[in-house]
């Protein structure tokens, strides 16, 4: 009886040392495993299936995978990710354009169309230089390649037209310029401005604000190049009287800005504020400026170089 513990006793010890023994191999098979697919996913995948993946995610996570390594950053800063996709819009135009122009029982317009776009893509310029709608896509051309971080922006840089290295460079001085809180003599003139009183302002004031009285909508108010301020004709506020302006920049020791503001003739000054939607806000205690959106403005606004 003892005989046949102690044997079941050995059979289930060798059960038990197999059953590991097996349980490590298979840990180092898997591990083997792991080790051989823990490779770079642009070297397992290659560049082309990298770039497919790449162009489903958003343009900011597209942005981030610059910073991976090396062989990502050749993957995702290739302009085919950030060029914008207007080849539909070309064969639109040009379609529209001949048919417009020739009619519709032009029989070669087709044929000619698609070998003209077939051709290298600098000649998108041949095909529509010369033509009303030249400019119009050359405008589309150059906003559709931050299209995606221009939606639902009240003003669109005028550096975003500036010819850099690449199209990601284009990128992100745009994300830059749109942090910026410094504002320029050609962000004040290239955009129409807004006047409302406060809630502050005397009562006076106020009742003669359209838009406090829901009678109209808010006041305008103009910023020209040679300093002068103006206003709409018959603006119940404005009195005629000579308007100037000045932008105010005062640095500390280390080139941080100490002070900013806009003053209008001697009245109180003008804080500067940056919001969401990169349209910008004049304010004080009395009265405040806000920019009118105009995102669609034909060659953008702005500075031309970088300000930041």
Known sequence: MAERKRKRGRRRRMRRREGQGEGEGEG????????????????????????????LLETRSVARCTAVSRAWRGVATDDRLW???????????????ESYSYGFSAKNMLPKTLIMLIMPLVTEEDILKGTRVYSFVKLMMGHGLCAELMAGKAHIPRLTSIRTGSKLSTYSMAIMDGKRSRITKEDLCDHAWEYRFTIAAPEYWRNLDPSWKHTGPPMRRYFHPDGYHSADPHDAVW??????????????????????????????????????DWSWELSNHLYRYNSIPEADKKGCSGPLFPVW
Request: hydrophobic residues 45%; proline residues 5%.
């Open 28 to 55: 180092e098979e898997l591990g083997k495993r792991q080790v051989e697919w823990a490779g770079d996913p642009v070297e397992a995948l290659g560049e082309e299936v990298m770039g497919r993946v790449m162009e």
């Open 83 to 97: 060029a914008p996709k207007i080849i539909f819009i070309l064969l639109f135009v040009v379609i529209f354009f």
């Open 239 to 276: 009195g005629g009287h000579e308007c100037a302006y000045t932008v105010i920049t005062s640095f500390v020791g280390d080139g941080r800005i100490r002070e900013h503001y806009v003053r209008i003739n001697r009245w109180p000054p003008l804080k500067v504020s940056r919001k969401d």
